[in-house]
């Protein structure tokens, strides 16, 4: 997975705020507009803490995602790109899982799911 972590594969965009032995917190910001590369995600919580809105895309399969800040979402493991198509910046948090939790990273899934 080093080479799909986010903090690797988009620096610009993912910032590490704390980790221990059981999760990793991620910090992501980007501009309308901007977009990532092939990433993966353990099994995390989001929190968006701005309007998120974002077209999501890996394997030919693609999903648009729009959320209101402040709401937490599952978001199972997976490897996704994506792209800010909303008209504000995009800010959130993960809480990324760590070992049998952090489940098995899938291409079928895109973005958070409800609870």
């Known amino acids: ?8 594969t988009n620096p610009e965009h993912y910032r590490t705020l704390f980790e ?4 990793r917190v991620l910090e992501y910001t ?3 507009g901007e977009s990532t590369t092939a990433h993966v995600h353990p099994n ?19 999903r648009e995602v729009s959320l209101a800040a402040n709401q ?3 978001v199972p493991a997976q490897r996704h790109a994506g ?18 939790s952090a489940g098995d990273v899938s291409d079928a899934t895109l ?3 409800a609870a």
Request: glycine residues 8%; aromatic residues 6%.
């Open 44 to 62: 995390s919580v989001m929190i968006t803490l701005t309007d998120f809105q974002r077209r999501l895309s890996v394997g030919g399969h693609e």
């Open 72 to 74: 937490a979402m599952w």
């Open 111 to 113: 973005g958070p799911v």
């Open 20 to 23: 221990n032995d059981y999760v």
């Open 1 to 8: 997975m080093v080479t799909e972590d986010p903090v690797v």
């Open 83 to 100: 792209a800010n198509i909303g008209q504000t910046p995009t800010h959130t948090i993960f809480v990324e899982l760590k070992g049998p």
């Open 30 to 32: 980007d501009e309308p």
